[in-house]
């Protein structure tokens, strides 16, 4: 069995170069999420979707299902740091908008493109 951590696997953490006490911080905050109140005002005001460069992973069902078990109303999702094959990140941003058609009102979408790139307006636009 896989051991996660708030939606995190522990052992991609580990492997990216996860400090332990970060590990160790991030239960900790585990066990403080779960004194919270039933879902009311919480926002997660930072929280990535998909798989990043260094290693950290979170799906969107993972992210809700810790919202929910959390008592966290919303979430500020920013898509992982994965450019894709048109180096526009446009794989990476229509994965936070699936989340937030999903979960209307509960996923908050940002988008992200490289302003120094080729076609970053038009995806900004886009997204």
Do not use: Y
């Amino acid at each position: 069995m896989t051991r996660r951590l708030l939606g995190e696997d522990a052992a991609l953490l580990a492997a990216a170069g996860a400090p332990v006490d970060a590990l160790a911080a991030a239960e900790r905050d585990a066990v403080a999420a779960a004194a919270l109140p039933a879902r009311g005002l919480w926002l997660d005001a930072h929280v990535h979707l998909g798989r990043d460069r260094d290693g950290h992973a979170l799906a969107a069902a993972d992210l809700v299902a810790d919202m929910d078990a959390a008592g966290i109303a919303a979430a500020v999702c920013f898509p992982p740091d994965d450019p894709g094959a048109d180096g526009r990140f446009t794989a990476a941003n229509d994965l936070v908008l699936r989340a937030a058609a999903q979960e209307p009102g509960r996923v908050i979408p940002f988008c992200r493109v490289d302003p120094g790139g080729d076609g970053w307006r038009e995806e900004l636009e886009r997204a």
